[in-house]
Structures are given as structure tokens and as C-alpha cells.
């Protein structure tokens, strides 16, 4: 069975939703953090990292545009990835 080969834009359609739901999961972790380090006392980090997570929902911001310049999510391809973590 072949399959087709995705041009760049259409890897980007597949790419863009995985990495702006990614996004997402590490902004609400970030929040997370930010209110325990808060609790601990240190509000200074506390702030710093609240200040990154608004950071990457400004950087979500132009990934959205991004793909809907691109024509929206592409459907009916899996995205298979792995993470380095």
C-alpha cells in the first residue's frame, strides 16, 4: 500500500494543532507551578513563570494564524511523535 507524500504545507496542517495542544498542556503546567512557587514564597519566580506561560499564549496566537493561512487542520493523517524529555 503507498501512501502520498505530504507536501511541507500539509505536514505543517498536521504539525501546527499537535504543537498548539502541546502548548497548551505546558501553559497550564507552568500556571501550576507558578502558584506553588508562589505558596512556597518565592513570588518573584512565581510572576517569571506566569510571565512565560503569556509568553506562549501569545506564541499560540501566531501558530492559529499560521495554520489557518495554511487552510486549517489536516484531516484523516496521524502524527506520530516522540518527545525528548
Request: aromatic share 4%; net charge negative.
Amino acid at each position: 500500500m503507498t501512501e502520498k507524500k505530504l507536501s511541507d504545507i500539509e505536514k505543517l496542517r498536521v504539525l501546527l494543532p499537535h504543537w498548539l495542544e502541546h502548548n497548551k498542556s505546558h501553559g497550564a503546567e507552568f500556571c501550576q507551578w507558578a502558584e506553588i512557587i508562589s505558596a512556597a514564597g518565592d513570588t518573584e519566580a512565581a510572576a517569571l513563570i506566569r510571565q512565560a506561560a503569556g509568553y506562549l499564549e501569545k506564541a499560540d496566537e501566531s501558530l492559529s494564524q499560521a495554520l489557518e493561512s495554511l487552510g486549517g487542520p489536516l484531516h484523516g493523517h496521524a502524527h506520530h511523535h516522540h518527545h525528548h524529555d
